[in-house]
Nanobody, 121 residues
């Protein structure tokens, strides 16, 4: 069974930075995609960023482009999300996702439990 475990969330002031990690175990897709979604209280779940199996192709939502960077280290079976210039509106639960490649940037098979990111004014 595939399991995703997020870490690195916390409380920061506006303008600060956080780096999230997502460790995957039991992955069976040699051609896979990993990414991040987020959901703020009372709001819809939003796509944040994704990265392909080789790490040479990425995709970002407009509201994080230029501030966030997604990366992965396949030797460690881990994906990362470096978040800079954080804003209060970034406050949300961030979810790591994993799935079989070939269905675009928004469809995934497995989801982590989430990690809370809170940005104060």
């Amino acid at each position: 069974q595939v399991q995703l475990v997020e870490s690195g969330g916390g409380l920061v002031q506006a303008g600060g930075s956080l780096k999230l990690s997502c460790a995957v175990s039991g992955g069976t897709f040699s051609w896979n995609i990993m990414g991040w979604f987020r959901q703020a209280p009372g709001k819809e779940r939003e796509f944040v960023a994704a990265i392909n199996w080789s790490g040479d192709s990425t995709h970002y939502s407009d509201f994080v482009k230029g501030r966030f960077t997604i990366s992965r280290d396949n030797a460690k079976n881990t994906a990362y999300l470096q978040m800079n210039s954080l804003k209060p509106e970034d406050t949300a639960v961030f979810y790591c996702v994993y799935g079989r490649a070939g269905r675009g940037w928004y469809e995934y098979d497995y989801w982590g439990q989430g990690t809370q990111v809170t940005v104060s004014s």
